[in-house]
C-alpha cells in the first residue's frame, strides 16, 4: 500500500533556475494539494486539484510558480527562476473526497534549498 | 477564510492526559473541525474530525462545544511520540473550491 510519494526529498538549486517538484498520490484520489512550510513555520496552502481541475490559483505566491496535474493522477509544481524565499519544504497531500468528511494524507515532502 | 487560534505552545507529562484547546468563533455552519499532526520531520498525519458531536477513535478524542465557536483535542494518556506540533484546522469552502488552510499550530512538549 503506498502512500503519497513526493522526488525529489532534497533539491539543492541556484537562483535563478527552474525546479520541478512532483507529486504522486495514492491511487483513486482524485482530490491533490499542494502546501510550503519555510523553516519553523506553519503550513502555507497553495493548490487545490480536483481531477485535473485547479478552481483556486490564488495561493500561488507569484506567476514564477504553476502547477498541473494530468490523468487525474501525477502533479508537478514548477518554480520558475527560483529565489532564496522560495526555500522551504514543499508538501503534497492526497485525499479519496472532500476533505470535510475524508483524511488528507500527506507525503513527505520535497525541500528546496535555493543558494 | 475561517480562522482558528490555538496556544503556540504546550507541556505534558508522560502517561497524563493532555486537552489541546482550539478557538474558532467565526465558523460557519458546515464547516468541519480537524486536527492533524506534524512529527519532526515528517508530513502532517491526520488525527480526528467533528462536526458537531463528540468524536473518539484510537489515537484521540475531541469535544466541540455546543456553539461550535472552540474544541478540544484529547489525547488520554501522552506518550513520548505524540511529542508534535498539532493544526486545529476548518474546512473552508466555496462553491467548486476546496482548502484546508493551516495556522501555525501547537507545539506539545512531553515530559518524561
Known amino acids: 500500500g503506498a502512500g503519497v510519494s513526493q522526488s525529489p526529498s532534497n533539491k539543492v538549486t541556484e537562483k535563478g533556475k527552474d525546479v520541478e517538484l512532483r507529486c504522486d498520490p495514492i491511487?483513486?484520489?482524485?482530490?491533490l494539494y499542494w502546501y510550503r512550510q519555510s523553516l519553523g513555520q506553519g503550513l502555507e496552502f497553495l493548490i487545490y486539484?480536483?481531477?485535473?481541475?485547479?478552481?483556486?490559483k490564488s495561493g500561488l505566491p507569484s506567476d514564477r510558480f504553476s502547477a498541473e496535474r494530468t490523468g487525474g493522477s501525477v502533479s508537478t509544481l514548477t518554480i520558475q527562476r527560483t529565489q532564496q524565499e522560495d526555500s522551504a519544504v514543499y508538501l503534497c497531500?492526497?485525499?479519496?473526497?472532500?476533505?470535510?468528511?475524508?483524511?488528507?494524507?500527506f507525503g513527505e515532502g520535497s525541500r528546496l534549498t535555493v543558494l | 477564510d475561517a480562522k482558528t487560534t490555538q496556544p503556540n505552545s504546550m507541556e505534558s507529562n508522560e502517561e497524563e492526559p493532555v486537552h489541546l484547546p482550539c478557538n474558532h468563533s467565526?465558523?460557519?455552519?458546515?464547516?468541519?473541525i480537524h486536527w492533524y499532526r506534524q512529527l519532526p520531520s515528517q508530513g502532517p498525519e491526520y488525527v480526528i474530525h467533528?462536526?458537531?458531536s463528540n468524536v473518539n477513535n484510537r489515537m484521540a478524542s475531541l469535544a466541540i462545544a455546543e456553539d461550535r465557536k472552540s474544541s478540544t483535542l484529547i489525547l488520554h494518556r501522552a506518550t513520548l511520540r505524540d511529542a508534535a506540533v498539532y493544526y486545529c484546522?476548518?474546512?473552508?469552502?466555496?462553491?467548486?473550491?476546496?482548502?484546508?488552510?493551516f495556522g501555525t499550530g501547537t507545539r506539545l512538549t512531553i515530559i518524561p
Open positions: 486539484f480536483q481531477g485535473n481541475s485547479a478552481p483556486d
Open positions: 467565526t465558523i460557519s455552519g458546515t464547516d468541519y
Open positions: 491511487s483513486g484520489h482524485t482530490a
Open positions: 467533528g462536526l458537531t
Open positions: 484546522i476548518l474546512r473552508d469552502v466555496d462553491f467548486g473550491n476546496e482548502k484546508l488552510t
Open positions: 497531500a492526497s485525499s479519496p473526497r472532500f476533505a470535510n468528511t475524508g483524511e488528507l494524507f
